[in-house]
């Protein structure tokens, strides 16, 4: 214990009251247990003038137990693994971060957008970023630096589309134009017959003529002799 309190007075150990200051420590009824356990092991167990032990921290160290730093990197503020350079002027501190690429900012807390200048071809992709990397991501069945390369057999899937589309739209052209024609010679045959004078006929009647009841001819009397014999 004494070794350990005369270190902790090394710098008061060419003082005249140094001898005092150490007999004072060796001879107090206090507990400087707490006060040699609580420093953190950023500083040293002093004594101040009433006697009472503290906490004496050492540089860039504050606090009662000398547990905060004032160098700023120690809270890690640079992310992205940036490496933090402490900045120290007098009893000013900062701190400044050197970022990796793409990360930028106080605390490389921005990011460059890599995929600003990517474009995959017809959207048959999307941008990805591989750590500093930028890239274009092919859908199914489409390859390329910007895929814009279709494979075979997508290809053949588009030419058999295409060709039952321009067919089926033939066909729906054709069945309308055929409606249309249709339609417009109707309405043509409707303006020519409206155009012809309207005859009215009249029929004539016929006189009913009544028949005359005639008497029909008596027909002759045949007598019938009788053969007397």
């Given at each position: 214990m004494n070794s350990y309190i005369l270190n902790l007075l090394q710098d008061d150990i060419n003082s005249a009251d140094s001898l005092q200051a150490i007999t004072d420590i060796l001879t107090s009824t206090k507990d400087i247990s707490a006060c040699l356990t609580n420093c953190s092991n950023n500083g040293v167990c002093a004594l101040d003038a009433d006697q009472n032990f503290y906490?004496?921290?050492?540089?860039f160290y504050s606090g009662k137990t000398c547990d905060n730093d004032l160098r700023q990197c120690s809270s890690g503020?640079?992310?992205?693994?940036?490496?933090c350079t402490n900045i120290i002027n007098g009893s000013s501190y900062d701190?400044?971060?050197?970022?990796?690429?793409?990360?930028?900012g106080r605390y490389c807390h921005l990011t460059i957008d890599l995929c600003e200048n990517i474009t995959c071809y017809q959207r048959q992709g999307f941008c990805k970023v591989d750590g500093s990397i930028?890239?274009?991501?092919?859908?199914?069945?489409?390859?390329?630096?910007?895929?814009e390369l279709i494979s075979?057999?997508?290809q053949t899937v588009k030419t058999v589309c295409n060709i039952t589309a321009s067919v089926s739209f033939i066909i729906i052209a054709l069945f309308l134009g055929l409606v249309i024609l249709n339609d417009?010679?109707?309405f043509v045959s409707f303006l020519l017959n409206r155009s012809k004078p309207i005859?009215?006929?009249?029929?004539?009647?016929?006189?009913?003529?009544?028949?005359?009841n005639k008497k029909s001819p008596k027909k002759p009397e045949v007598k019938i002799e009788e053969n007397l014999e």
């Open positions: 906490c004496s921290c050492f540089e503020p640079c992310l992205w693994n940036g490496n701190f400044e971060c050197k970022c990796p690429y793409p990360h930028y930028a890239y274009c991501k092919c859908f199914t069945d489409f390859y390329g630096k910007n895929c075979q057999q997508l417009f010679s109707r005859k009215k006929i009249i029929k004539k009647k016929k006189p009913i003529v009544k028949a005359k």
